[in-house]
């Protein structure tokens, strides 16, 4: 199986907003995004996804990874954007956990970047804390 995923960096200070998805076997955290559609310019699909999963107009900033994902069978390319909301957004706003407009399951919170949890793929929590000038590609296997 090969998908293209699209995910998003939103910062707020010395936090990144996280999304949990509370149906999957074994729950963790990613980045807020999801799969790019064909035929869809991916920057195209980030927006579209953070649209969705945030419930908010997001500001691509630029591109920081490019990452080949191999995990079991299945192999994803995924494009991290480093994106910003507005100020005064709801999301930005937000000091508790808040569901995603998109789906009740989806559940989105603010992590402070030196206490991150459980987080896929397994690079992140070090390179969030530290973000490229330029774009950077990533092997990962899970």
Do not use: K
Not at 18 to 25: I, V
């Amino acid at each position: 199986m090969f998908t293209v995923r699209v995910c998003a960096v939103i910062r707020r200070g010395d936090e990144v907003l996280l999304n949990l998805d509370t149906q999957l076997p074994e729950p963790h955290w990613v980045l807020p995004g999801g799969r790019a559609r064909f035929g869809e310019p991916t920057r195209d699909g980030a927006v579209r996804e953070i649209r969705e999963e945030v419930g908010v107009e997001p500001q691509l900033e630029r591109l920081l990874w490019v990452v080949d994902l191999f995990f079991g069978t299945a192999h994803s390319l995924e494009l991290f954007w480093l994106v910003s909301l507005d100020a005064d957004s709801a999301p930005m706003r937000s000091t508790a956990p808040f569901l995603s407009p998109e789906d009740d399951r989806f559940v989105l919170e603010w992590h402070r970047l030196d206490t991150l949890p459980r987080l896929l793929p397994v690079f992140l929590p070090d390179a969030l804390r530290a973000l490229p000038d330029e774009p950077t590609y990533v092997v990962c296997v899970e």
